[in-house]
Protein backbone atom coordinates (compact mmCIF):
# COMPACT_ATOMS: atom_id res chain seq x y z
CA UNK A 1 0.00 0.00 0.00
CA UNK A 2 1.54 3.29 -0.73
CA UNK A 3 0.98 6.01 1.98
CA UNK A 4 2.34 9.00 0.32
CA UNK A 5 2.71 9.64 -3.61
CA UNK A 6 6.01 10.75 -4.95
CA UNK A 7 4.84 14.40 -5.86
CA UNK A 8 3.61 14.28 -1.77
CA UNK A 9 7.23 13.59 -1.49
CA UNK A 10 8.65 16.15 -3.32
CA UNK A 11 6.68 18.80 -1.71
CA UNK A 12 7.72 17.54 2.27
CA UNK A 13 11.10 17.67 0.91
CA UNK A 14 10.72 21.09 -0.36
CA UNK A 15 8.92 22.15 2.67
CA UNK A 16 11.28 20.63 4.93
CA UNK A 17 14.39 22.49 3.17
CA UNK A 18 12.60 25.27 3.33
CA UNK A 19 11.74 25.11 6.81
CA UNK A 20 15.64 24.42 7.32
CA UNK A 21 16.39 27.27 5.42
CA UNK A 22 14.07 29.36 7.60
CA UNK A 23 15.46 27.96 11.47
CA UNK A 24 19.08 28.13 10.08
CA UNK A 25 19.41 31.30 7.82
CA UNK A 26 22.16 31.42 5.11
CA UNK A 27 23.02 27.66 4.91
CA UNK A 28 24.66 25.79 2.30
CA UNK A 29 23.80 22.71 0.24
CA UNK A 30 25.52 20.10 1.93
CA UNK A 31 24.64 21.54 5.43
CA UNK A 32 20.67 22.13 4.09
CA UNK A 33 20.63 18.13 3.32
CA UNK A 34 22.12 17.12 6.44
CA UNK A 35 19.53 19.77 8.27
CA UNK A 36 16.43 18.74 6.05
CA UNK A 37 17.51 14.82 6.65
CA UNK A 38 17.45 14.83 2.65
CA UNK A 39 20.50 13.65 -0.13
CA UNK A 40 22.10 16.28 -1.81
CA UNK A 41 20.71 15.72 -5.70
CA UNK A 42 17.28 16.23 -3.74
CA UNK A 43 18.48 19.56 -2.17
CA UNK A 44 20.04 20.77 -5.66
CA UNK A 45 16.94 19.42 -7.81
CA UNK A 46 14.41 21.60 -5.32
CA UNK A 47 16.39 24.73 -4.90
CA UNK A 48 18.04 24.88 -8.34
CA UNK A 49 14.22 26.11 -10.11
CA UNK A 50 13.73 28.43 -6.81
CA UNK A 51 17.81 30.15 -7.69
CA UNK A 52 15.80 30.38 -11.59
CA UNK A 53 12.81 31.91 -10.23
CA UNK A 54 14.69 34.73 -7.67
CA UNK A 55 13.44 33.60 -4.75
CA UNK A 56 16.44 32.25 -3.01
CA UNK A 57 20.56 34.17 -3.51
CA UNK A 58 23.42 31.89 -3.24
CA UNK A 59 25.96 34.25 -0.62
CA UNK A 60 29.40 34.32 -0.83
CA UNK A 61 31.35 31.53 -1.03
CA UNK A 62 32.56 30.69 2.95
CA UNK A 63 36.20 29.71 3.29
CA UNK A 64 36.01 25.68 2.76
CA UNK A 65 35.69 23.92 6.20
CA UNK A 66 38.67 21.10 5.05
CA UNK A 67 41.87 22.36 3.33
CA UNK A 68 41.53 22.04 -0.25
CA UNK A 69 37.72 21.66 -0.34
CA UNK A 70 35.40 23.34 -2.48
CA UNK A 71 33.71 26.74 -0.82
CA UNK A 72 30.03 26.22 0.20
CA UNK A 73 28.25 29.25 -0.88
CA UNK A 74 25.31 29.63 1.31
CA UNK A 75 21.90 29.63 0.22
CA UNK A 76 18.94 32.13 1.41
CA UNK A 77 15.57 33.86 0.56
CA UNK A 78 16.14 36.57 -2.00
CA UNK A 79 15.50 40.11 -0.22
CA UNK A 80 14.36 40.97 -3.82
CA UNK A 81 11.91 38.51 -4.52
CA UNK A 82 8.50 40.01 -4.80
CA UNK A 83 7.57 40.85 -1.36
CA UNK A 84 4.70 39.62 0.53
CA UNK A 85 2.06 42.14 1.09
CA UNK A 86 0.00 42.12 4.69
CA UNK A 87 -3.08 43.56 6.50
CA UNK A 88 -3.38 43.62 10.06
CA UNK A 89 -7.19 44.56 11.09
CA UNK A 90 -8.56 44.61 14.81
CA UNK A 91 -11.16 46.42 15.62
CA UNK A 92 -11.47 50.52 14.76
CA UNK A 93 -8.28 49.91 13.12
CA UNK A 94 -6.17 48.52 9.82
CA UNK A 95 -2.24 48.47 9.03
CA UNK A 96 -1.18 47.35 5.83
CA UNK A 97 2.56 46.92 4.57
CA UNK A 98 4.86 44.77 2.11
CA UNK A 99 7.27 42.48 3.93
CA UNK A 100 10.32 40.72 2.12
CA UNK A 101 10.44 36.95 2.27
CA UNK A 102 12.79 37.30 5.03
CA UNK A 103 10.98 39.08 7.40
CA UNK A 104 11.46 42.92 6.57
CA UNK A 105 8.91 45.23 6.53
CA UNK A 106 8.31 48.29 4.34
CA UNK A 107 5.46 50.63 2.97
CA UNK A 108 3.79 50.55 6.48
CA UNK A 109 0.28 52.32 6.15
CA UNK A 110 -2.24 52.80 8.77
CA UNK A 111 -5.90 53.90 9.05
CA UNK A 112 -9.07 54.08 11.12
CA UNK A 113 -12.58 52.94 10.93
CA UNK A 114 -15.93 53.37 12.40
CA UNK A 115 -16.45 49.79 14.08
CA UNK A 116 -20.33 50.50 13.66
CA UNK A 117 -20.35 52.15 10.33
CA UNK A 118 -21.27 51.38 7.04
CA UNK A 119 -19.70 48.06 5.32
CA UNK A 120 -19.22 50.19 1.62
CA UNK A 121 -17.21 52.80 4.08
CA UNK A 122 -14.94 50.30 5.30
CA UNK A 123 -14.17 48.59 2.28
CA UNK A 124 -13.22 51.77 0.77
CA UNK A 125 -10.85 52.58 4.13
CA UNK A 126 -9.25 49.06 3.50
CA UNK A 127 -8.88 49.12 -0.34
CA UNK A 128 -7.30 52.36 0.02
CA UNK A 129 -4.70 52.07 2.47
CA UNK A 130 -3.41 48.54 0.76
CA UNK A 131 -3.42 49.89 -2.31
CA UNK A 132 -1.14 52.62 -1.01
CA UNK A 133 1.11 49.80 0.42
CA UNK A 134 0.44 48.20 -2.74
CA UNK A 135 1.64 51.11 -5.00
CA UNK A 136 5.96 50.86 -3.07
CA UNK A 137 5.97 47.53 -4.38
CA UNK A 138 8.64 47.12 -7.35
CA UNK A 139 7.21 44.21 -8.46
CA UNK A 140 3.46 42.60 -7.82
CA UNK A 141 3.58 40.85 -4.61
CA UNK A 142 2.91 36.97 -4.36
CA UNK A 143 -0.21 37.94 -2.51
CA UNK A 144 -2.22 39.11 0.87
CA UNK A 145 -2.28 37.61 4.11
CA UNK A 146 -4.69 39.10 6.58
CA UNK A 147 -4.47 38.86 10.45
CA UNK A 148 -8.34 39.89 11.71
CA UNK A 149 -9.50 39.90 15.33
CA UNK A 150 -12.39 38.36 15.81
CA UNK A 151 -14.40 34.74 14.73
CA UNK A 152 -12.49 33.78 11.45
CA UNK A 153 -13.17 30.97 9.39
CA UNK A 154 -10.12 30.58 7.80
CA UNK A 155 -11.23 28.11 5.05
CA UNK A 156 -13.72 30.30 3.82
CA UNK A 157 -11.89 33.34 3.82
CA UNK A 158 -15.11 34.75 6.11
CA UNK A 159 -14.72 37.01 9.22
CA UNK A 160 -17.74 35.40 11.35
CA UNK A 161 -18.04 37.72 14.01
CA UNK A 162 -16.22 40.65 16.04
CA UNK A 163 -17.39 41.44 18.56
CA UNK A 164 -16.08 44.47 18.92
CA UNK A 165 -16.06 45.94 15.30
CA UNK A 166 -19.57 44.82 13.99
CA UNK A 167 -19.04 46.57 10.81
CA UNK A 168 -17.04 43.32 9.80
CA UNK A 169 -19.35 40.61 11.03
CA UNK A 170 -20.18 38.38 7.92
CA UNK A 171 -17.63 39.88 5.49
CA UNK A 172 -16.12 37.76 2.74
CA UNK A 173 -13.37 39.74 3.33
CA UNK A 174 -10.72 37.23 1.24
CA UNK A 175 -13.10 37.79 -2.05
CA UNK A 176 -13.61 41.37 -1.83
CA UNK A 177 -9.55 41.96 -1.64
CA UNK A 178 -9.39 39.29 -4.26
CA UNK A 179 -11.19 40.66 -6.71
CA UNK A 180 -10.29 43.73 -6.15
CA UNK A 181 -6.53 43.52 -6.22
CA UNK A 182 -6.23 40.35 -8.74
CA UNK A 183 -4.14 38.44 -5.98
CA UNK A 184 -4.09 35.07 -3.99
CA UNK A 185 -5.72 36.05 -0.56
CA UNK A 186 -5.47 34.13 3.16
CA UNK A 187 -6.47 34.87 6.59
CA UNK A 188 -6.21 34.06 9.53
CA UNK A 189 -7.11 34.54 13.20
CA UNK A 190 -4.77 37.35 14.85
CA UNK A 191 -3.34 35.23 17.49
CA UNK A 192 -2.63 32.54 14.70
CA UNK A 193 -1.02 34.80 12.33
CA UNK A 194 0.97 35.97 15.44
CA UNK A 195 1.71 32.03 16.07
CA UNK A 196 2.70 31.70 12.51
CA UNK A 197 5.08 35.02 12.26
CA UNK A 198 6.69 33.69 15.60
CA UNK A 199 7.57 30.04 13.70
CA UNK A 200 8.84 32.16 10.15
CA UNK A 201 10.37 35.16 11.81
CA UNK A 202 10.76 34.98 15.33
CA UNK A 203 11.23 32.87 18.80
CA UNK A 204 9.49 29.80 17.31
CA UNK A 205 11.76 29.26 14.98
CA UNK A 206 12.92 25.50 14.67
CA UNK A 207 9.89 24.62 17.57
CA UNK A 208 7.95 21.85 17.09
CA UNK A 209 5.62 22.65 19.71
CA UNK A 210 4.65 26.16 21.47
CA UNK A 211 1.74 28.58 21.83
CA UNK A 212 1.48 32.02 21.30
CA UNK A 213 -0.22 34.07 24.25
CA UNK A 214 -1.72 37.63 23.51
CA UNK A 215 -3.26 40.18 25.94
CA UNK A 216 -4.44 43.62 25.25
CA UNK A 217 -8.46 44.43 24.58
CA UNK A 218 -8.83 40.78 24.30
CA UNK A 219 -7.23 37.89 25.41
CA UNK A 220 -6.30 34.75 22.35
CA UNK A 221 -3.79 32.32 21.84
CA UNK A 222 -2.81 30.05 19.51
CA UNK A 223 -0.98 27.03 19.16
CA UNK A 224 1.58 24.64 17.11
CA UNK A 225 1.80 21.13 17.41
CA UNK A 226 4.50 18.53 16.28
CA UNK A 227 5.43 20.98 13.35
CA UNK A 228 1.64 22.06 12.38
CA UNK A 229 -0.57 25.32 13.13
CA UNK A 230 -3.65 23.99 14.79
CA UNK A 231 -6.91 25.43 13.13
CA UNK A 232 -9.55 23.17 14.57
CA UNK A 233 -12.40 22.98 12.09
CA UNK A 234 -12.67 25.78 9.67
CA UNK A 235 -10.08 27.61 11.91
CA UNK A 236 -12.58 27.91 15.10
CA UNK A 237 -10.04 26.44 17.40
CA UNK A 238 -8.06 28.10 20.06
CA UNK A 239 -11.07 30.35 21.54
CA UNK A 240 -8.65 30.25 24.55
CA UNK A 241 -9.65 33.54 26.02
CA UNK A 242 -12.84 32.10 26.06
CA UNK A 243 -11.94 29.06 28.48
CA UNK A 244 -13.42 29.57 31.73
CA UNK A 245 -11.54 29.75 34.48
CA UNK A 246 -14.05 31.38 37.15
CA UNK A 247 -17.49 29.68 37.30
CA UNK A 248 -20.15 32.34 37.38
CA UNK A 249 -17.93 35.11 37.21
CA UNK A 250 -17.60 38.45 35.50
CA UNK A 251 -19.59 39.47 32.35
CA UNK A 252 -17.45 38.57 29.56
CA UNK A 253 -17.91 40.86 25.78
CA UNK A 254 -18.24 37.15 24.73
CA UNK A 255 -22.33 36.98 26.56
CA UNK A 256 -21.08 34.35 28.55
CA UNK A 257 -19.21 34.38 32.09
CA UNK A 258 -16.00 33.90 33.84
CA UNK A 259 -14.09 33.36 30.74
CA UNK A 260 -10.09 33.76 30.91
CA UNK A 261 -10.28 37.11 28.89
CA UNK A 262 -12.29 38.49 32.34
CA UNK A 263 -9.27 38.48 34.34
CA UNK A 264 -6.20 38.98 32.21
CA UNK A 265 -6.51 41.99 30.30
CA UNK A 266 -6.29 45.43 30.25
CA UNK A 267 -9.25 46.30 30.85
CA UNK A 268 -8.73 44.09 34.20
CA UNK A 269 -5.62 45.32 35.15
CA UNK A 270 -7.02 49.05 34.72
CA UNK A 271 -9.86 48.72 36.57
CA UNK A 272 -8.20 47.03 39.75
CA UNK A 273 -5.55 49.73 39.22
CA UNK A 274 -8.63 52.35 39.93
CA UNK A 275 -9.53 49.87 43.07
CA UNK A 276 -6.37 50.32 44.59
CA UNK A 277 -5.88 53.98 43.34
CA UNK A 278 -3.20 54.09 41.43
CA UNK A 279 -2.33 57.41 39.84
CA UNK A 280 -3.82 57.49 36.28
CA UNK A 281 -5.54 54.00 36.18
CA UNK A 282 -6.67 54.20 32.47
CA UNK A 283 -3.54 54.31 31.51
CA UNK A 284 -1.84 51.63 33.20
CA UNK A 285 0.17 48.56 31.03
CA UNK A 286 2.24 45.99 32.18
CA UNK A 287 5.67 48.27 31.28
CA UNK A 288 4.35 50.83 33.30
CA UNK A 289 3.84 48.57 36.15
CA UNK A 290 7.34 46.90 35.66
CA UNK A 291 8.80 50.56 35.41
CA UNK A 292 6.92 51.59 38.85
CA UNK A 293 7.51 47.80 40.92
CA UNK A 294 11.40 48.56 39.66
CA UNK A 295 11.23 51.91 41.05
CA UNK A 296 9.80 50.88 44.75
CA UNK A 297 6.01 51.50 43.87
CA UNK A 298 4.49 48.10 46.84
CA UNK A 299 0.79 48.37 44.72
CA UNK A 300 1.96 48.09 41.35
CA UNK A 301 4.20 45.65 42.19
CA UNK A 302 1.29 43.52 44.29
CA UNK A 303 -1.16 44.64 41.00
CA UNK A 304 1.94 43.30 38.69
CA UNK A 305 1.54 39.23 40.54
CA UNK A 306 -1.91 39.32 40.53
CA UNK A 307 -2.01 39.58 36.54
CA UNK A 308 1.16 37.75 36.49
CA UNK A 309 -1.22 35.03 38.13
CA UNK A 310 -3.95 35.40 36.51
CA UNK A 311 -2.30 35.22 32.91
CA UNK A 312 -0.47 31.84 34.70
CA UNK A 313 -3.46 30.36 34.93
CA UNK A 314 -4.88 29.58 31.73
CA UNK A 315 -0.89 29.21 30.18
CA UNK A 316 -1.75 26.24 33.26
CA UNK A 317 -4.75 24.66 31.84
CA UNK A 318 -3.03 24.88 28.02
CA UNK A 319 -0.04 22.95 29.50
CA UNK A 320 -1.78 20.09 31.30
CA UNK A 321 -3.85 19.77 28.04
CA UNK A 322 -1.16 19.57 25.23
CA UNK A 323 2.00 19.73 27.21
CA UNK A 324 3.71 22.17 24.80
CA UNK A 325 6.04 23.53 27.46
CA UNK A 326 7.07 26.61 25.80
CA UNK A 327 4.89 29.87 25.43
CA UNK A 328 5.32 33.07 23.62
CA UNK A 329 3.63 36.45 24.97
CA UNK A 330 2.81 38.93 22.53
CA UNK A 331 0.76 42.36 22.92
CA UNK A 332 0.27 44.07 26.63
CA UNK A 333 2.02 40.80 28.54
CA UNK A 334 5.14 41.00 25.95
CA UNK A 335 5.68 44.80 26.83
CA UNK A 336 6.14 43.45 30.55
CA UNK A 337 9.46 41.98 29.52
CA UNK A 338 11.67 39.40 31.05
CA UNK A 339 10.12 40.62 34.70
CA UNK A 340 6.79 39.91 33.40
CA UNK A 341 7.56 36.39 31.98
CA UNK A 342 9.47 35.41 34.63
CA UNK A 343 7.01 36.04 37.52
CA UNK A 344 4.37 34.44 34.89
CA UNK A 345 6.59 31.45 34.70
CA UNK A 346 6.87 30.86 38.55
CA UNK A 347 2.83 30.76 38.74
CA UNK A 348 2.49 28.29 35.70
CA UNK A 349 5.25 26.01 37.78
CA UNK A 350 3.12 26.25 41.13
CA UNK A 351 -0.29 25.44 39.31
CA UNK A 352 1.06 22.23 37.08
CA UNK A 353 2.68 19.36 38.06
CA UNK A 354 6.13 19.52 36.38
CA UNK A 355 7.67 15.59 34.96
CA UNK A 356 11.50 14.93 35.56
CA UNK A 357 12.96 16.62 32.48
CA UNK A 358 10.02 19.41 31.79
CA UNK A 359 11.08 22.69 31.31
CA UNK A 360 8.67 25.09 31.32
CA UNK A 361 9.79 28.21 29.42
CA UNK A 362 7.70 31.60 29.15
CA UNK A 363 9.16 34.55 26.49
CA UNK A 364 8.22 37.81 25.38
CA UNK A 365 8.25 38.81 21.67
CA UNK A 366 9.34 42.40 22.12
CA UNK A 367 9.00 43.36 18.55
CA UNK A 368 5.54 44.84 19.11
CA UNK A 369 2.31 43.52 18.45
CA UNK A 370 2.02 45.64 15.01
CA UNK A 371 4.92 43.92 13.70
CA UNK A 372 4.83 40.36 14.78
CA UNK A 373 1.17 40.66 13.64
CA UNK A 374 1.97 41.96 9.76
CA UNK A 375 5.05 39.40 9.53
CA UNK A 376 2.75 36.40 10.57
CA UNK A 377 -0.05 37.44 8.26
CA UNK A 378 3.13 37.40 5.57
CA UNK A 379 3.94 34.24 7.07
CA UNK A 380 0.68 33.32 5.50
CA UNK A 381 1.37 33.71 2.66
CA UNK A 382 4.65 32.39 2.12
CA UNK A 383 3.41 28.63 3.47
CA UNK A 384 0.10 28.94 0.63
CA UNK A 385 3.10 30.29 -1.72
CA UNK A 386 5.52 27.48 -0.93
CA UNK A 387 2.95 25.03 0.18
CA UNK A 388 4.58 24.17 3.16
CA UNK A 389 2.58 22.73 6.03
CA UNK A 390 2.63 25.49 8.58
ZN1 LIG B 1 -15.77 35.03 26.88
Redesign the pocket.
Known amino acids: MMLVSPSDIGAINRGRILQALYDNGPTSRADLARKAGVNRTTVTGIVQPMIEEKLLVEGKAARPAVQGGKPARPLFFNRDAPMLAAVLLLPGRIQTCLVTLTGEISALEKATFDVNGDVEAFKRILTETLARSLEQAAQPPFGIGIAAGGMIDSDRGVIVTVSLAPVLTGLPITDILGTHFGLPVVIDHHPRALLVGDRWFGPGRGQQNFAAIYTGEVLGGAYYINGQVYRGLAGSGGEL ?2 TVVQLDGHA ?5 QG ?1 W ?2 IATLSWLRREAERLGLDRPDTVTSARLVAEAEGGGSRAESLLDRYARNIAVGIANLQQTLSLNFYILHGDAATGGAGLSSAIERHVRSFVLTRPNQDITIVSNGLGEGHTALRGAAGLVVSEHLKLKI
Open positions: GHCNCGKCET
